[in-house]
């Protein structure tokens, strides 16, 4: 991919990524705690239309290709509503000319969720090859608002997988 745009309309938000003659767009609506996005496919040899829900709002948005294959990724940072603001990420990835297919991010685990101290309030950004993940570390006694330890960083490289791509979980540091 090679060009990326933002074009924000009344209380919705559209990106379009485009290569040569394909084209991705996304739509979507960042006016409550649960939003919809609408996904679309131009000059792709399967056109796809996708309309899902979101849980919390989108805060970032990047183009990249992480397992470098020559094809970019729409990657979609979403932190939830409340006080947790918990992330997730949802993706996609082209196909050559072909088709898109969805990136999977598998949620933290109860056993990680314990070992990080995590409570929420993630950040998401590109670093190289890897989704970069940031979060505050909370003590057993800590409140959701006064996190007492620092911050722990987690990195997810793409992974293709059974019958889609995968973030997977690679290293992480307190």
């Given amino acids: 991919m090679k060009k990326i745009s933002l074009l924000i309309l009344f209380s919705s938000i559209w990106i379009t990524l485009s290569a040569k ?9 960042n006016s409550g705690s649960i939003n919809t996005l609408k996904l679309s ?14 849980d919390g709002k989108v805060v970032g948005s990047k183009l990249a ?3 470098g294959d ?35 991010m598998p949620p933290l ?15 998401f950004s590109i670093e190289g090859k890897y989704i970069k993940r940031e979060f505050p570390s909370y003590a057993k006694n800590d409140t959701n608002a006064k996190p007492t330890n620092a911050k722990v960083v987690l990195y997810y490289t793409l992974e293709k997988g059974e019958a889609s791509y995968l973030l997977s979980y690679v290293k992480g540091k307190k």
């Fill in 70 to 104: 020559g094809c970019s990724e729409l990657y979609l940072f979403i932190v939830s509503a409340g006080s947790g603001s918990y992330g997730s990420v949802m993706a996609w990835g082209f196909n050559s000319t072909k088709s898109i297919t969805p990136i999977y």
């Fill in 65 to 67: 290709d992480l397992n």
């Fill in 21 to 29: 003659d394909v084209y991705m767009s996304a739509v979507y609506s």
């Fill in 109 to 123: 685990t109860q056993k990680q969720m314990k070992q990080f101290g995590y409570m929420g309030h993630d950040s």
């Fill in 41 to 54: 496919t131009f000059g792709l040899e399967h056109e796809i239309e996708i309309e899902t829900e979101i």
